[in-house]
C-alpha cells in the first residue's frame, strides 16, 4: 500500500494563525522561494509525529503552494512497521486536520482529500518465513545485472540520523535514479533503533511468528515522475491524495516497476540460483548440449561467483544485451523443482501482483492484549 508522500494544497485554500505559524525563508532563484515551517522540540513532545511542512511559491505566498511530506503510518500509529489499508484514509484525514490546527494551520477535509502529488512512496512487505531469507535474497538481487543508467549495491541500511552516531546493522538493495529508487531491505532491523522499538519487535515475533520481514518500496521523487508512471500504468495523470490511496492503484504502479526491471531477471535467479549439480541434471534432461550448454553452464558459475553478474561487468558487456541473450538460452533450460530460491521470488512475485496487508495496526495492536504501542 502507500508508505508515504508529500502532497501540496493551493495557499488559496489555507488560513494560516500569523500568531502560531513561523516561516524560515530559503531563497532559491528566479524569485521562487520556499518557506519551511520548523517544528520545536515542544511541539514534538506535545503533539507527537508531523509532517514536513513548506511553502512554495513565486512572489506572492497566497499564490504558492503549501506542502505536507510525511510517513502515513507514522502519522496515525507511530510506526512505519505497519501496512495501511484503504479504509485508514477518513483517519489520515482526521490526523492531518488535528495536526495542522496545532500549529495555526487551517485547511479543509475536502482540500486535503483533493491535495495533489509531489512525490509518492509505495510499499509491500513480504514474510520470509519459510524462504532463504532476507539476506541470501538481497544478495541475489545484488548479483543481477542492471543498466548502468540505475546504481544498484548492496549495504549496510544507514538511518537518516546516521550523523548522531546511531547505526542499524542490515542489508539493503537499490535501484536508483534522479527520479525514482526501488529498494528491498529488512525491515525489521530498520525498525529496531532503540531499546522500546527492540521490546515492540519482540512482541511482534513472538504474536504473529513472523521471524523476517524483507520491505519492498518503490519511491517516485517528483511530480513528473509520478504523473509519468501513473500514465504508464494507463491511470489518469492527475490523480488526487484520495484517489490514488487506493490498493488498485498501488497495486498497478508496483507492478509497473516489477516488471520492468525485475521480471525478466527472475529467469535467471529462478534457472542459476540453484546448485551445480541440479544445473547439470537439467541440462542432460533437456538434452542441452554443445555452445549453448557450455554457455548456460559458465553463466551459472559467474552468478554464483563473488558479486555475480553486477560484479563481473568486464566479463559480459552491456546489460541489455547479456540478460536478452542469455534469457533466450535459458528458455531451453527446465525450471528446478528444489531450488528455494525459486520458490522464494516466486512467492514475491505472488505477493507483489496480489498484494495483501500483512502486519496492520488493527490486526496487531487492537487485537491483541499483548501488544501495546
Known amino acids: ?14 488560513k494560516l494563525n500569523e ?4 516561516l524560515s525563508e530559503q531563497k532559491i532563484n528566479d524569485g521562487y522561494c520556499k518557506y519551511v515551517r520548523e517544528i520545536t522540540d515542544e511541539e514534538k513532545d506535545r503533539y507527537g509525529y508531523f509532517p514536513s511542512i513548506e511553502i512554495h511559491s513565486y512572489g506572492d505566498i497566497s499564490d504558492g503552494y503549501l506542502t505536507l511530506r510525511f510517513s502515513i503510518p507514522r502519522l496515525i500509529y507511530g510506526s512505519n512497521l505497519f501496512e495501511i489499508e484503504e479504509n485508514d484514509f477518513d483517519k489520515v484525514v482526521q490526523t492531518l486536520i488535528q495536526k495542522l490546527r496545532c500549529i495555526g494551520i487551517y485547511v479543509s477535509e475536502n482540500d486535503i482529500r483533493d491535495a495533489s502529488i509531489w512525490e509518492l512512496h509505495t510499499c509491500q512487505d513480504f514474510n520470509m518465513n519459510n524462504t532463504v531469507g532476507v539476506a541470501q535474497t538481497l544478495q541475489n538481487f545484488h548479483k543481477l545485472l542492471f543498466s548502468k543508467k540505475l546504481d544498484n549495491s548492496i549495504t549496510e541500511y544507514l538511518h537518516d540520523d546516521i550523523e548522531k552516531g546511531n547505526f542499524i546493522e542490515g542489508l539493503k538493495f537499490g535501484l536508483k535514479c534522479k527520479s525514482y529508487e526501488v529498494c528491498f531491505y529488512d525491515k525489521y532491523k530498520q525498525i529496531c533503533q532503540d531499546d522500546k522499538s527492540r521490546e515492540f519487535m519482540e512482541a511482534v515475533k513472538e504474536q504473529t511468528a513472523i521471524k523476517e520481514v524483507l520491505r519492498f518500496e518503490y519511491r517516485l521523487y517528483n511530480s513528473q515522475a509520478v504523473k509519468r508512471e501513473l500514465s504508464n500504468c494507463g491511470l489518469s495523470r ?4 484520495e484517489e490514488i490511496f487506493k490498493k488498485d492503484v498501488v ?3 508496483n507492478k509497473h516497476v516489477w516488471d520492468k526491471l525485475f521480471e525478466p531477471r527472475m529467469k535467471i535467479i529462478s534457472a542459476l540460483g540453484s546448485n551445480e549439480e541440479d544445473i547439470l541434471n537439467r541440462l542432460k534432461s533437456a538434452n542441452i ?3 549453448k550448454a557450455f ?7 559467474i552468478y554464483q561467483s563473488d558479486g555475480g553478474f553486477s560484479g563481473n561487468t568486464e566479463l559480459l558487456g552491456t546489460a541489455s544485451k547479456i540478460i536478452s541473450r542469455l534469457i533466450k538460452k535459458l528458455d531451453f533450460l527446465p525450471p528446478s523443482e528444489n531450488s528455494a530460491m525459486e520458490k522464494t521470488f516466486k512467492m514475491i512475485k505472488d505477493r507483489i501482483l496480489n498484494p495483501q496487508p500483512m502486519i496492520t495496526y488493527r490486526n496487531l495492536v487492537e487485537q491483541s492484549k499483548a501488544i501495546h504501542y
Open 1 to 14: 500500500m502507500l508508505d508515504s508522500g508529500k502532497f501540496a494544497i493551493k495557499m488559496a485554500k489555507v
Open 289 to 291: 548440449t554443445g555452445k
Open 295 to 301: 554457455d548456460i553452464y559458465a553463466a551459472y558459475h
Open 251 to 253: 497495486q498497478r504502479l
Open 19 to 22: 500568531a502560531d505559524f513561523r
Open 238 to 241: 492527475n490523480l488526487t491524495f
